[in-house]
T-cell receptor
Framework: GEDVEQSLFLSVREGDSSVINCTYTDSSSTYLYWYKQEPGAGLQLLTYIFSNMDMKQDQRLTVLLNKKDKHLSLRIADTQTGDSAIYFCAESGGRRGSQGNLIFGKGTKLSVKP | DTEVTQTPKHLVMGMTNKKSLKCEQHMGHRAMYWYKQKAKKPPELMFVYSYEKLSINESVPSRFSPECPNSSLLNLHLHALQPEDSALYLC????????????FGPGTRLLVL
């Protein structure tokens, strides 16, 4: 399977919470990231977590890491239409990311309905 | 300042042309990266420069030639490209290979005719 996997689509209503899930295979990964990409744009770093942490909160964003299961999630509270984008999970510091390069999942397209 | 700049924003070139993409950062970062992103796909690593030395070349064809003239600047020289090379080319930088955060530029959208 892929090194980093995530579901391809998520649809939510405005005001609801969104939860985007990601699994990875390399237990030696050092950092795990969430990037946001809007159509035609580059990648915006949303948040990241060090592999020895289990949770990080930053305003509307909450990242949960289960290192035993190699599962990462991103929760967006009070989702807005401006949150519609593709969200990439990525890891670095592991076997394939030893030079700090990022190994990406395929991306989850979040659609927010008004 | 967490800005990585890339020029040009858009580029159209023929298969016989020679062009260059430029990436610049003034954050003192010593690791710089080129990624290629095709439509509806994740970015794929092309090259890594660590302390101005090429440390990873992901089996990229020789028609792509990277250059790191100094710690702030990264170039990607393009020659004899193919239409399938049309993509978004993203530059990124990090304090060092083991650093925490990797910042991306806005990308150069390349179309090869």
């Amino acid at each position: 399977g892929e090194d980093v996997e995530q579901s391809l689509f998520l649809s939510v209503r405005e005001g609801d919470s969104s939860v985007i899930n990601c699994t990875y295979t390399d237990s030696s990964s050092t950092y795990l990231y969430w990037y946001k990409q809007e159509p035609g744009a580059g990648l915006q770093l949303l948040t990241y977590i060090f592999s020895n942490m289990d949770m990080k909160q930053d305003q509307r964003l909450t990242v949960l890491l289960n290192k035993k299961d190699k599962h990462l999630s991103l929760r967006i509270a009070d989702t807005q239409t401006g949150d519609s984008a593709i969200y990439f999970c990525a890891e670095s510091g592991g076997r394939r990311g030893s030079q700090g390069n990022l190994i990406f999942g395929k991306g989850t397209k979040l659609s927010v309905k008004p | 300042d967490t800005e990585v700049t890339q020029t040009p924003k858009h580029l159209v070139m023929g298969m016989t042309n020679k062009k260059s993409l430029k990436c610049e950062q003034h954050m003192g970062h010593r690791a710089m990266y080129w990624y290629k992103q095709k439509a509806k796909k994740p970015p794929e690593l092309m090259f890594v420069y660590s302390y101005e030395k090429l440390s990873i070349n992901e089996s990229v064809p020789s028609r792509f030639s990277p250059e790191c003239p100094n710690s702030s600047l990264l170039n990607l020289h393009l020659h004899a490209l193919q239409p399938e090379d049309s993509a978004l080319y993203l530059c990124a930088s990090k304090t060092a290979p083991g650093g925490e955060t990797q910042y991306f530029g806005p990308g150069t959208r390349l179309l090869v005719l």
